[in-house]
C-alpha cells in the first residue's frame, strides 16, 4: 500500500507516546511504593499476531521478556480457551509462560476494532509480595518454583469489562499485603484501558489498511536499521565468560558465550553455561532475550524504535536445563534480577571485543535486593521490596556515575518519605560510599549505603545481592571497583557482616546496611604502567579504597 511516509511517522511516534501514556497511568494508579515510587513496570502494544510494534522506555529486564512472554500466554490462552475475547483481560505470573520471576504480573487486554481483532496491550509490574515462604517472595535458599510464591496460569482478570472477583480474591488471599495487590491490579488495568483508547483513536482517524502497512513500514524500517548497525561492527567470533557467586559466596557459577558476528547478524551461543541450580538464580529463557536485547541495542544504536523488527537479525542458543533456560519447575526469582545482570555483563564483554570504545567497563553488578517484611504491633502484615542503585563503570570519554541503577534495572529509589510513611522502618544512613570506584584515566562511578532500621512489630530480612567476592572489572587497564557489603547492627550495638545470599529475623532497633560495589575504571590513569612498560597519561581518578561499612 502506498502511502504519506510522514503519516507512517506520525502513526509510528502516537504508538510509542501511547505505550508511555501506558506507563503513565500505572504509575499514577499503582498502591503499592515499588510501582508508585520506584516505576517497576513495563508497557507494550502489540499487533493482531501479537508482534511488538512499541515498548516504552521502562524495565530493560522486560525488552525481550514482555514480548517472548505475550506470545507464550497467547498460545496457552488459545489452547485451553478458544483465545482472547473482545471485553476481556487476562492476567498470569508464571515465569515459564510470561517470562520473568513471579512477582512479576502480567496483564494483556485484547484490542478489537467494530469486531475485529487488531492488537493488543500488555504491561508487567512487579508485585512485592505474592506469597511464598518469606515477606517479598524472592527467598535466597527456595528449592523450587512453588517455594517462591503464587503461581497463576493465564486467567481472566476481565470479563464483558467487569472485573472478575474471584481471580482478584486468588491474588489477595495469597499475598502478605492484599490492599496493594488488589490495588495494583486496577492500576495495569487502566494501563491496558489507556493504550486501548489510543490505538482505537488511531484506527478510528487513519482505518485498518493504513495503520497495518504503517505497521509493517515500522518493522521493516528497525530491521534494516539493526542490519545495518551490526555490519559496522564488523564480522567475527567473541567469546567472554564471567560468574555468579554460590549460596556460600564461592564465585562458580559460569556464564559462557560465543558470539558471531556475520553481514549484519548475530548468533548468541550460551553452550558451555552452568547447568540448572537448586536455588533461585536460574534465569528462564524470557530473561536471557533481554540481557540479550539490551546489551545489543545499547552498544549498536538505541534510537532505533524497539519492536519486533529490531530483533529477526538476532538469535539466541541457550541449551535447555541450564541456568539461563532453566526446566520447570526450577527457582528462578533471584535470575531475573541477579543473573540477568550477570548475563548483560558477559554481553557486553564480548561486544567490547568488536567496539572497545563503545562498552564502558563493568558496572556494580548487582541490584542489591532487599526484601523486608513482617507483622506490625496492630497485628497487620506488610511487606517491602526495593532494588539500590551501584556504581556505574567508567565510559570510554567520562566516569562512571556515582549510585545509579545499572544495566537491567531502570528503576529510581524508593523515596525515604514514602518508607518511613508506609513501613515500620527508619532510614538512619544513606550516601555515597566514596572511593569505591576503580581508578582509571576515568574512574568508576561509586557505589552507595543504604541503611534501614526496623521500628516495632518483627520482620523477616532477605537479602540477594553479587559482587561480594569477585570485584567488577576495569577495561582497558582500569583497576577493579569494590565489591559488596552487608551489615547486621542490633539493637545492642553488635555489629557482624552478613552473606549476599541470606534470610534472617529483625527485632525492633536492628539495622541492616546494603553497601553496593563500585564500577570498573577505564584506562590507564597518570603514571600507571601497563604490561608493556607504557604508561597512561590522563587524570588519575579517586583511589579504590574499601568505603565505610556498616550503619
Known amino acids: 500500500m ?34 508508585k515510587e520506584r516505576l517497576d513496570h513495563s508497557c507494550a502494544l502489540f499487533d493482531r499476531r501479537g508482534r511488538l510494534v512499541a515498548q516504552a522506555e521502562h524495565i530493560p529486564v522486560h525488552l525481550g521478556s514482555l514480548p517472548w512472554g505475550l506470545q507464550a500466554t497467547l498460545a496457552v490462552i488459545n489452547a485451553r480457551h478458544g483465545g482472547a475475547k473482545e471485553g476481556e483481560m487476562w492476567v498470569v505470573n508464571d515465569p515459564y509462560v510470561s517470562g520473568t520471576h513471579l512477582n512479576d504480573v502480567t496483564v494483556i487486554r485484547p484490542i478489537f476494532f467494530r469486531s475485529e481483532l487488531v492488537g493488543y496491550a500488555g504491561n508487567k509490574a512487579h508485585h512485592t509480595d505474592v506469597g511464598g515462604s518469606v515477606p517479598g517472595s524472592m527467598s535466597a535458599d527456595a528449592a523450587d518454583l512453588f517455594a517462591e510464591g503464587l503461581v497463576v496460569a493465564p486467567t481472566r482478570l476481565l470479563e464483558n469489562d467487569r472485573a472478575v472477583e474471584s481471580t482478584i480474591e486468588f491474588f489477595r488471599a495469597n499475598s502478605r499485603t492484599p490492599d496493594a495487590r488488589s490495588g495494583d491490579l486496577r492500576a495495569q488495568t487502566a494501563g491496558n484501558y489507556t493504550g486501548e483508547r489510543r490505538v482505537l483513536e488511531l484506527y478510528e482517524r487513519y ?35 564471567d560468574v555468579l557467586e554460590d549460596r556460600e559466596g564461592m564465585p562458580s557459577i559460569r556464564i559462557a558465550l560465543r558470539l558471531t558476528l556475520d553481514d549484519g547478524s548475530a548468533h548468541f551461543d550460551y553452550n558451555g553455561t552452568a547447568a ?39 538469535t539466541v542458543d541457550v541449551p535447555e536445563g541450564t541456568l539461563l533456560n532453566p526446566r520447570r519447575p526450577a527457582p528462578v526469582s533471584g535470575g531475573n534480577v541477579e543473573t540477568s545482570t550477570r548475563n548483560a555483563d558477559v554481553v557486553l564483554g564480548a561486544l567490547a571485543q568488536a567496539a572497545p570504545d563503545r562498552v564502558p567497563a563493568q558496572s556494580g553488578g548487582t541490584m542489591s535486593n532487599v ?41 529510581l529509589n524508593t523515596p525515604i518519605e514514602a518508607i ?67 551489615t547486621l547492627q542490633r539493637k545492642n550495638g553488635t555489629r557482624s557482616r552478613v552473606p549476599a545470599k541470606t534470610t534472617l529475623i ?19 590513569a597518570l603514571g600507571v604502567a601497563d604490561g608493556n612498560g607504557a604508561t597512561g597519561t590522563g587524570e588519575a581518578g579517586p583511589g579504590g579504597g574499601v568505603g565505610a561499612g556498616g550503619t
Open 420 to 486: 518511613e510513611r508506609e513501613y515500620p522502618l527508619r532510614v538512619v544512613r544513606y550516601e555515597f560510599a566514596e572511593n569505591t570506584g576503580g581508578t582509571g584515566k576515568y574512574r568508576g562511578g561509586n557505589g552507595l549505603i543504604r541503611a534501614l532500621q526496623l521500628t516495632g512489630g518483627s520482620a523477616q530480612l532477605s537479602l540477594l545481592a553479587e559482587r561480594h567476592a569477585k570485584a567488577p572489572q576495569g577495561a582497558q587497564g582500569g583497576g577493579d571497583g569494590d565489591t559488596g557489603l552487608h
Open 207 to 241: 482505518g485498518p489498511p493504513l495503520i497495518e502497512a504503517a505497521i509493517e513500514r515500522l518493522l521493516d524500517d528497525s530491521e534494516v536499521r539493526m542490519r545495518a548497525a551490526l555490519r559496522a561492527l564488523g564480522n567475527g567470533i567473541f567469546e567472554y565468560e
Open 276 to 314: 540448572q541450580l537448586p536455588f533461585p538464580m536460574n534465569a528462564v529463557y524470557g530473561v536471557t532475550l533481554s540481557g540479550v536485547y539490551y546489551a545489543l541495542r545499547a552498544v549498536t544504536d538505541p534510537q532505533i524504535p524497539m519492536n519486533e523488527g529490531c530483533f529477526r537479525p538476532v
Open 506 to 524: 529483625l527485632e525492633p532497633g536492628d539495622a541492616i546496611a546494603v553497601q553496593t560495589p563500585g564500577g570498573g575504571g577505564y584506562g590507564l
Open 2 to 35: 502506498n502511502f504519506d511516509p510522514v503519516t507512517a511517522e506520525i502513526i509510528k511516534s502516537s504508538l510509542i507516546y501511547a505505550s508511555e501514556e501506558m506507563g503513565i497511568a500505572v504509575r499514577n494508579s499503582a498502591y503499592s511504593p515499588n510501582i
Open 371 to 411: 526484601m523486608i517484611g513482617g507483622t506490625r504491633e496492630d497485628g497487620t502484615t506488610w511487606a517491602f521490596y526495593e532494588t539500590n542503585g551501584c556504581g556505574m563503570g567508567a565510559r570510554p570519554t567520562m566516569d562512571g556515575i556515582d549510585g545509579i541503577q545499572c544495566h537491567m534495572t531502570n528503576t
